[in-house]
């Protein structure tokens, strides 16, 4: 099993004629490795709105499988649990995974980075924004 949370804190800044607010976000998560391959997870997320609305929540499965070396082809599908969150959802995105080794003293402290492309389908908004939050177009 894995278990990883996420506490953040986003500065948006304010563009001409549009009042943002700094917003809280959070997530907690719970994977399974199947096989060396596969992955099954659950991740419920939280977010305040920039705009003073309702904030957003919303529970995520999905399904992460190793295409190659370095690609992941990660399905998903989401349930909103508030006004500003999508009633449901779901996506698939391709992951590029940069690993490079940086040595140290003791041993080799692994690191990687990631380039993803998704697509996400929301049944009540229709854009979703790499912030996590979904608007009517």
């Known amino acids: 099993f894995t278990l990883s949370a996420t506490l953040g804190y986003r500065i948006l800044g304010s563009p001409s004629r549009i009042a943002f607010h700094d917003v809280l976000y959070g ?50 599908g989401l349930k909103g649990f508030s006004e500003r969150s999508p ?17 140290t003293i003791i041993n080799c402290n692994s690191y990687f980075y990631q380039f993803h492309v998704g697509i996400i389908f929301c049944r009540r908004l229709y854009v979703r924004y790499n912030s996590g939050d979904c608007f009517n177009d």
């Open 27 to 76: 997530a907690a998560s719970v994977g399974y490795r199947l096989s060396s391959n596969t992955t099954i997870g659950t991740s419920y997320n939280m977010s305040q709105s920039p705009v003073r609305l309702q904030d957003s929540r919303d529970l995520t499965l999905y399904l992460s499988q190793r295409v190659s070396g370095n690609f992941r082809l990660n399905i998903y």
């Open 87 to 103: 009633d449901w959802g779901g996506g698939i995105n391709l992951r590029y995974i940069f690993w490079y080794c940086k040595k």
